[in-house]
T-cell receptor, first 114, second 112 residues
Framework: AQSVTQPDIHITVSEGASLELRCNYS??????LFWYVQSPGQGLQLLLK??????LVQGIKGFEAEFKRSQSSFNLRKPSVHWSDAAEYFC????????????FGKGTKLSVKP | DVKVTQSSRYLVKRTGEKVFLECVQD?????MFWYRQDPGLGLRLIYF???????EKGDIPEGYSVSREKKERFSLILESASTNQTSMYLC???????????FGPGTRLTVL
């Protein structure tokens, strides 16, 4: 069965430091991959997505992610974190032929130290 | 911009009450979804719909039903609310399969 693992439940970084959030998936074919962000009390907002082509994907708010087929990973990165990036981040996998369903990881909560 | 709206941001109900959560999207999307979100459990799919009057069970449909009479509107119904249904409920919509799901702001439901 398809699954998504976000190994880190909670990460704390200092403002200005770099960030990498990990995401590993289990799926037999090339998946569609997404990163969403959720601010407290809000819905989820799309940061970026990968469907095909260039494996390095640029998103909003200065985020990028790299699809690595050999490692079944789609890690999210940002070179310099801002205090406003504090939120919860969800990785998701889209499965072909699934009528639009996405499988979500359990999320990584990011805290930012001043 | 795609807009998904949910009828309430916060809702407090009593055990045994019938509860309706409504979701409306304005982008003519075929697919609509209802999730519940609980700390440490992530998002869990309750029901989804890929067309008017069509519905499919997700991972945790027990205790819930849905209705989709119009393409833009997808309702989640708790027939007899229980305290273990206290949660954040998120609605989403998308067009082709699979594609970006666009989320509403969520409804935080408390059942007393």
């Amino acid at each position: 069965a398809q699954s998504v693992t976000q190994p880190d439940i909670h990460i704390t970084v200092s403002e200005g430091a770099s960030l990498e959030l990990r995401c590993n998936y289990s799926y037999g074919a090339t998946p569609y991959l997404f990163w969403y962000v959720q601010s407290p009390g809000q819905g989820l907002q799309l940061l970026l997505k990968y469907f095909s082509g260039d494996t390095l994907v640029q998103g909003i708010k200065g985020f990028e992610a790299e699809f690595k087929r050999s490692q079944s990973s789609f890690n999210l990165r940002k070179p310099s974190v801002h205090w406003s990036d504090a939120a919860e981040y969800f990785c998701a996998v889209g499965v072909r032929g699934s009528q639009g369903n996405l499988i979500f990881g359990k999320g990584t909560k990011l805290s930012v130290k001043p | 911009d795609v807009k998904v709206t949910q009828s309430s941001r916060y809702l407090v109900k009593r055990t045994g009450e019938k509860v309706f959560l409504e979701c409306v999207q304005d982008m003519d999307h075929e697919n609509m979804f209802w999730y519940r979100q609980d700390p440490g459990l992530g998002l869990r799919l309750i029901y989804f719909s890929y067309d008017v009057k069509m519905k499919e069970k997700g991972d945790i449909p027990e205790g819930y039903s849905v209705s989709r009479e119009k393409k833009e509107r997808f309702s989640l119904i708790l027939e007899s609310a229980s305290t273990n249904q206290t949660s954040m409920y998120l609605c989403a919509s998308s067009s082709v399969n699979p594609d970006t799901q666009y989320f509403g702001p969520g409804t935080r439901l408390t059942v007393l």
